[in-house]
């Protein structure tokens, strides 16, 4: 008996039912069409686990290229669309100042930004609930403190002032929306971009001649065998972890927190034993990380299931999808801290999957493995904890609908209510 293939409208891909809940369609393209070519724009997405670890790590038949076309075209060129020689170059230079030891330097900046944030919005709200006549206190995750925290911790690695905030925090998002969205938006994201490497040209060149201890200063100065970073190489990296560091990591920050609020059990799980905060971070990685796909470009004709890729046609490779292989993880829209089919360690550039474990893709794998991994997860972790530390007892605020998110263009809250001391 033959079983009829479902239709795969590719409309969907860009309909707002997609983008508020992408995994039943990533289900259908695991399922029936685990190589799947969109008719409308000739791009192919993979979906299945396996396949998307094994495309991260073919660096000799995709390239990272496509990268400049919309990362490269707001920042200027980076090392996420290098590949070869190039990228081995400029990952050299900056990887060190993300991971190890460097790391432990930074932990304090996240420590204090985050408990400067915590007082903040405390008095904040201790101040309103002194002018009303309810005893319970609000926060909106986002707004409050998942889009100021990552901002502070970059602004103090790179050493720029704290008292220019608001002006960072205008230009990250325009410069990340011109990533994503559409002619007008992009626009606006150059302008933004500019206006930052602007800012940036004489605090380089300054620190190029009398270094400090922060990152701006390290990568003007730094080398390897011999070879140092352009002053618009280093224009451009600071612009990608202006808006990577920050944008990201405030949706990892506010996913995690819905995750747990929205799954009473796990949320009481690490309220007793906060050391559950790292695995929560993993698992909120793979459920629904703040990225969705990562695109590729090939370099010569490849066979994937049946069809066949052709040189230069893009390819999609869906970190959504493969973090909710069934292949992989059981029961893989559950949030579930004690699952035994994911890998809780520290992320591996290489990834990992054996003993019935697999690592989440949400800081993609390989070559082009996210530099500021370490980062991101110390943030997230320690001003979460920060955070349950001072509300008790946090809920969703009655009427907000909430949901978790990816980047997009449109802005997004999570308010909460919290019982007042």
Not at 81 to 91: A, S, V
Request: overall charge negative; glycine content about 6%; aromatic content about 8%.
């Amino acid at each position: 008996m033959t079983t009829t293939k479902p239709v795969v409208d590719p409309a969907i891909f860009t309909s707002p039912a997609y983008a508020a809940n992408p995994y039943p369609t990533l289900k259908i393209l695991r399922d029936h069409y685990p190589a799947y070519r969109n008719p409308r724009t000739g791009h192919w997405m993979v979906t299945r686990y396996e396949d998307v670890t094994n495309l991260f790590r073919d660096n000799i038949n995709f390239s990272a290229s496509p990268n400049g076309e919309h990362i490269g075209a707001v920042f200027g060129p980076t090392l996420m669309e290098y590949d070869g020689e190039d990228h081995t170059k400029l990952r050299n230079i900056v990887a060190p100042q993300f991971v190890g030891l460097k790391l432990k330097t930074l932990l304090p900046t996240i420590q204090r930004n985050a408990m400067e944030l915590i007082r903040k919005f405390t008095e904040k709200h201790a101040r309103l609930i002194a002018e009303r006549a309810a005893a319970t206190g609000e926060i909106d995750i986002v707004d409050d403190f998942a889009t100021r925290l990552p901002l502070n911790v970059i602004l103090d690695v790179l050493n720029l002032p704290q008292e220019a905030h608001e002006m960072f925090h205008d230009w990250y998002p325009a410069m990340m929306n011109g990533i994503n969205g559409g002619p007008e938006l992009r626009v606006k994201g150059q302008k933004a971009n500019a206006e930052y490497h602007a800012y940036l040209d004489p605090l380089i060149e300054a620190r190029s001649k009398a270094p400090e201890d922060d990152l701006l200063s390290r990568l003007s100065v730094a080398e390897v065998d011999g070879a140092r970073m352009t002053k618009q190489e280093i224009k451009s990296f600071a612009s990608l972890i202006l808006v990577a560091g920050a944008e990201t990591t405030d949706k990892a920050i506010a996913n995690l927190w819905y995750q747990l609020l929205a799954n009473p059990s796990q949320w009481e799980a690490v309220q007793k034993d906060p050391e559950l905060l790292d695995r929560a971070f993993s698992e909120m990685m793979r459920i629904h990380g703040p990225a969705g796909i990562q695109t590729r470009r090939a370099v010569r004709d490849v066979e994937l299931h049946g069809e066949v890729i052709r040189a230069g046609d893009y390819v999609h490779l869906s970190l959504y999808g493969a973090n909710r292989d069934e292949r992989v993880f059981r029961d893989p829209d559950r949030f579930d801290l004690s699952r035994e089919d994911l890998y809780f360690g520290k992320e591996l550039r290489s990834g990992y999957h054996e003993n019935g474990r697999a690592g989440h893709m949400g800081f993609g794998l390989g070559a082009h493995f996210c530099v500021g991994y370490q980062l991101a997860r110390a943030e997230t972790v320690i001003g979460t904890q920060l955070l349950m530390e001072v509300i008790r007892n946090p809920r969703f605020k009655p009427g907000s609908n909430p949901t978790p998110i990816a980047i997009r263009i449109e802005p997004w809250h999570l308010p909460l209510e919290f019982d007042a001391a």
